[in-house]
């Protein structure tokens, strides 16, 4: 597979992951992205017009950025993952995107293994900590049937 097929495929199934699992996300979630009670006040409130703009202006370029950035990672084994099974792409995908890019994550957050070892108490909510997850496992089911469909 070409370096700039498996990229395009790569941006695809991000930005399509992200988008739906972001729309499945904030309708459960609201209580983590918006109003002034929300758990994550410290990031940019969903609710607020102001502050909605600026993500709506910079949520796409962002990911196709951090698309870009990810699948150039994986160019050198490109090759050999075109030999792996649908299943077994779907696997390393889901796998990587889960355990790399979110729970075993070196940046903390309230829903990766950083974050409960240096977050607040108040911060690490038992509910919270399962909407990230489901949103992570969504994100990653879906960002891996497409990916895979595609190598």
Known sequence: MSPIKFILWFELAHIVAYIVTGVIALSLSKD???DKDRLCTFMRDMKNPKENKRIGMLF?????LRALLMSLVLLPVVDYLIT???FQQFIFFSSLMFIFTHIAAVSPFIDN???LVYFKKEYIKKGTFI?????MIIYSVIFSIILSLGV
């Open 32 to 34: 983590i992205y918006e």
């Open 60 to 64: 796409i370029p962002a990911q196709i």
């Open 84 to 86: 792996f099974s649908f």
């Open 113 to 115: 293994i950083e974050g």
């Open 131 to 135: 909407k990230f997850q489901l949103e």
